[in-house]
């Protein structure tokens, strides 16, 4: 079973919009993460936020996280055709090398 | 180039074969992850290996298999392929402590089609 689910399943906005991901997971975490996909791509690791922190940026990109609600969210600032892409969550239990699981993804559409 | 090389990129072949996919990881990276995506599915763990040995194990079938060799490149092996098994299957490496933090790199993935 998923232990990250994205929502919504699908998101469509104009160029220049913000884009809001949410994440929500079962179990207690190490870390999450957030990827993105290019269509019948690899995965891009985004952005790692550990579980005692709160809120953390890169460039367009900012991730919260709140563990009390087991969720995290993706926001990406003023938005670009060329973020369209599937989005993913993933969560790390364990920490150091063990597995990671994924959510079903975010599909984002930002049109021109 | 993520440096996570996958072989080959695409493959398609009949029911009941078997196939063998390859994956070298990125230099100094000691963890290979194999993972399947289905259409529209999320990525499904499949097995984790670090400097040779099987770490973790995930949804993987029977009929499937792998290993790592003592260069750290590892093969996936699929056998009496199913319709079913139709998918993109990745591979990973990490976890590789970067700007971002820890995380995956992924190659380009094996695009495997079964008829």
């Known amino acids: 079973s998923q232990q990250g689910e994205e929502d919504p399943q699908a998101l469509s906005i104009q160029e220049g919009e913000n884009a809001t991901m949410n994440c929500s997971y079962k179990t207690s975490i190490n870390n999450l993460q957030w990827y993105r996909q290019n269509s019948g791509r690899g995965l891009v690791h985004l952005i790692l936020i550990r579980s005692n922190e709160r809120e953390k940026h890169s460039g367009r990109l900012r991730v919260t996280l709140d563990t009390s609600k087991k969720s995290s969210s993706l926001l990406i600032t003023a938005s670009r055709a060329a973020d369209t892409a599937s989005y993913f969550c993933a969560t790390d239990v364990s920490g150091g090398y063990q597995k990671v699981t994924f959510g079903i993804g975010t599909k984002l559409q930002v049109i021109p | 180039d993520s440096g996570v090389t996958q072989t080959p990129k695409h493959l398609i072949t009949a029911t009941g074969q078997r196939v063998t996919l390859r994956c070298s990881p990125r230099s100094g990276d000691l963890s290979v992850y194999w993972y399947q995506q289905s259409l529209d599915q999320g990525l499904q763990f499949l097995i984790q290996?670090?400097?040779?040995?099987?770490?973790a194990k995930g949804n993987i079938l029977e009929r499937f298999s792998a290993q790592q060799f003592p260069d750290l490149h590892s093969e996936l092996n699929l056998s009496s392929l199913e319709l079913g098994d139709s998918a993109l299957y990745f591979c990973?490496?990490?976890?590789?402590?970067?700007?971002?933090?820890?995380?995956?790199?992924f190659g380009s993935g094996t695009r495997l089609t079964v008829v």
């Open positions: 990973a490496s990490g976890l590789r402590q970067g700007a971002k933090g820890y995380g995956y790199t």
């Open positions: 290996y670090y400097n040779g040995e099987e770490r």
